[in-house]
């Protein structure tokens, strides 16, 4: 089949296998968007008169048909054929003719993919959030049902002071709000529209790149062409960033599950249901599932580094090497996605111990406890009474039996967790929906979908 850049000669079939890649299989990913972006770009040639009207209403249908199949899974890219928008063009021609033919006007397949990742991105991020929240909401439900069970907390893996599962879930639901702001500002980077600059010049046809900006649903364009070719593997990496912070926190998660599962803490016990066997030692109840959450996690942390230096110091302009990105990058959403239910999932069937601090492994937990009360009920200075503490600590004749009086925002008995909602619920409400206009009916939908 003649490719669409097709000049009278033929490539080297060994040229051609190498410089194709996995192309055909990355850009199955991309094909909706693709056709999305085609939609809107022929409405925009219809309008300054490059596509009569009866044309686009031949076009419009048959994109439509070839999208459903590319939502439901059915579309292919055939072996002869380099990448999506070569096959969509192809369909269109082999059932329109050469009116298929017409629908490159003013577009390079540059800044069709250009659209198509940041689309994609678009969607994925809005997607990827909305699991970031629902784990978010399991975190702070933990945290409220078990406020009041203490537990040890740690600095350098020695005991320190008195914490509570209340305090560490709710450790974990705060820090997803930092993360979903990282997935926010990566969002707004991917919400601007590169159509329209072609193979980062521009063109001489007549284009209204304000059109397909408003078709597609972005806040703006990217208005320098040549800016916007150099956002390819910048849109990328910076979510990518953003994707591997929330990756960093579920992997931190997942360690402290591993370790808190073990036998030696004791601190949170799965289902067995949710553990997996040892082919020789029959007493085996194995984590698997917070080690491959670790795993994929510390992989997705990789991947914005391999970005960067798939891209760097290439001068302005494209380069075949952006196409490499797509192997690295598409695939991360599905991973980080997978990752968030599987933990969601293990968080709300979780079991905490109780009494734990009534373990005298954990007496010197109460230490800062003692000094405080001696500092306030019998008016020691901080320093002797730090040291009163650590020789009694010392002697092995630490003991206490008081109560506990963390009041300040943030410590165990104040979580503010009403608060730390508050703030991730703000955050979220500003990913954009009901922006986008259907480019096929002209009806209205949702950002994302």
């Not at 048909?65 to 063009?89: M, N, P, Y």
């Not at 208005?223 to 912070?245: D, I, L, W």
């Given at each position: 089949?003649?490719?669409?850049?097709?000049?009278?000669?033929?490539?080297?079939?060994?040229?051609?296998?190498?410089?194709?890649?996995?192309?055909?299989?990355?850009?199955?990913?991309?094909?909706?968007?693709?056709?999305?972006?085609?939609?809107?770009?022929?409405?925009?040639?219809?309008?300054?008169?490059?596509?009569?009207?009866?044309?686009?209403?031949?076009?419009?249908?048959?994109?439509?048909?070839?999208?459903?199949?590319?939502?439901?899974?059915?579309?292919?890219?055939?072996?002869?054929?380099?990448?999506?928008?070569?096959?969509?063009?192809?369909?269109?021609t082999e059932r329109l003719g050469d009116l298929g033919k017409k629908v490159h006007t003013g577009r390079s397949r540059n800044d069709q993919i250009l659209l198509d990742v940041k689309l994609f991105t678009r969607?994925?991020?809005?997607?990827?959030?909305?699991?970031?929240?629902?784990?978010?909401?399991?975190?702070?439900?933990?945290?409220?049902?078990?406020?009041?069970?203490?537990?040890?907390?740690?600095?350098?893996?020695?005991?320190?002071?008195?914490?509570?599962?209340?305090?560490?879930?709710?450790?974990?639901?705060?820090?997803?709000?930092?993360?979903?702001?990282?997935?926010?500002?990566?969002?707004?980077?991917?919400?601007?529209?590169?159509?329209?600059?072609?193979?980062?010049?521009?063109?001489?046809?007549?284009?209204?790149?304000?059109?397909?900006?408003?078709?597609?649903?972005?806040?703006?364009?990217?208005?320098?062409?040549?800016?916007?070719?150099?956002?390819?593997?910048?849109?990328?990496?910076?979510?990518?960033?953003?994707?591997?912070?929330?990756?960093?926190?579920?992997?931190?998660?997942?360690?402290?599950?591993?370790?808190?599962?073990?036998?030696?803490f004791g601190f949170i016990k799965l289902p067995k249901e949710m553990t997996t066997g040892s082919s020789i030692m029959p007493h085996k109840k194995n984590p698997d599932v917070f080690e491959l959450i670790r795993?994929?996690?510390?992989?997705?942390?990789?991947?914005?580094?391999?970005?960067?230096?798939?891209?760097?110091?290439?001068?302005?302009?494209?380069?075949?090497?952006?196409?490499?990105?797509?192997?690295?990058?598409?695939?991360?959403?599905?991973?980080?996605?997978?990752?968030?239910?599987?933990?969601?999932?293990?968080?709300?069937?979780?079991?905490?111990?109780?009494?734990?601090?009534?373990?005298?492994?954990?007496?010197?937990?109460?230490?800062?406890?003692?000094?405080?009360?001696?500092?306030?009920?019998?008016?020691?200075p901080f320093r002797d009474a730090y040291r009163q503490v650590g020789m009694a600590i010392e002697k092995g004749e630490f003991d206490f039996h008081g109560e506990l009086h963390h009041t300040h925002e943030g410590?165990?008995?104040?979580?503010?967790?009403?608060?730390?909602?508050?703030?991730?619920?703000?955050?979220?409400?500003?990913?954009?929906?009901?922006?986008?206009?259907?480019?096929?009916?002209?009806?209205?939908?949702?950002?994302?979908?």
């Open positions: 089949m003649a490719k669409l850049w097709d000049k009278g000669f033929s490539t080297d079939s060994r040229i051609e296998s190498f410089t194709v890649g996995s192309d055909r299989e990355m850009d199955l990913l991309l094909a909706p968007y693709d056709i999305e972006g085609t939609m809107a770009h022929i409405r925009m040639l219809c309008s300054v008169g490059l596509l009569a009207e009866d044309e686009l209403e031949l076009l419009i249908p048959e994109l439509e048909k070839i999208r459903r199949t590319a939502l439901d899974g059915s579309f292919r890219i055939s072996d002869d054929v380099e990448d999506v928008h070569s096959q969509v063009e192809f369909l269109l969607a994925s991020l809005v997607r990827t959030a909305g699991k970031v929240k629902a784990l978010f909401d399991s975190l702070l439900e933990a945290s409220r049902k078990y406020k009041d069970v203490l537990m040890p907390g740690y600095t350098h893996l020695q005991v320190a002071m008195p914490s509570s599962f209340g305090l560490w879930f709710g450790a974990y639901a705060e820090t997803l709000s930092d993360d979903m702001e990282m997935l926010l500002a990566a969002w707004r980077i991917a919400d601007r529209n590169p159509l329209g600059s072609a193979a980062g010049y521009g063109s001489s046809a007549p284009l209204n790149r304000q059109m397909t900006t408003d078709l597609l649903g972005f806040e703006s364009m990217v208005y320098n062409s040549v800016a916007a070719q150099m956002g390819r593997g910048k849109v990328e990496r910076e979510a990518s960033f953003a994707v591997s912070c929330v990756a960093e926190t579920l992997g931190r998660l997942a360690a402290d599950c591993c370790l808190y599962n073990s036998q030696n795993a994929h996690c510390n992989r997705i942390c990789g991947v914005p580094q391999t970005i960067r230096m798939m891209t760097a110091n290439l001068p302005s302009g494209y380069f075949r090497d952006m196409q490499l990105l797509k192997e690295v990058y598409l695939p991360i959403f599905a991973e980080i996605d997978e990752c968030l239910d599987i933990a969601r999932f293990a968080i709300e069937n979780i079991g905490v111990a109780e009494g734990l601090m009534d373990n005298p492994l954990y007496r010197t937990a109460f230490s800062v406890e003692e000094v405080n009360r001696l500092v306030k009920e019998e008016d020691v410590s165990i008995g104040n979580l503010c967790n009403d608060r730390i909602r508050c703030r991730m619920e703000d955050i979220y409400s500003h990913f954009r929906t009901g922006t986008r206009t259907e480019v096929g009916t002209g009806t209205r939908t949702e950002a994302g979908t």
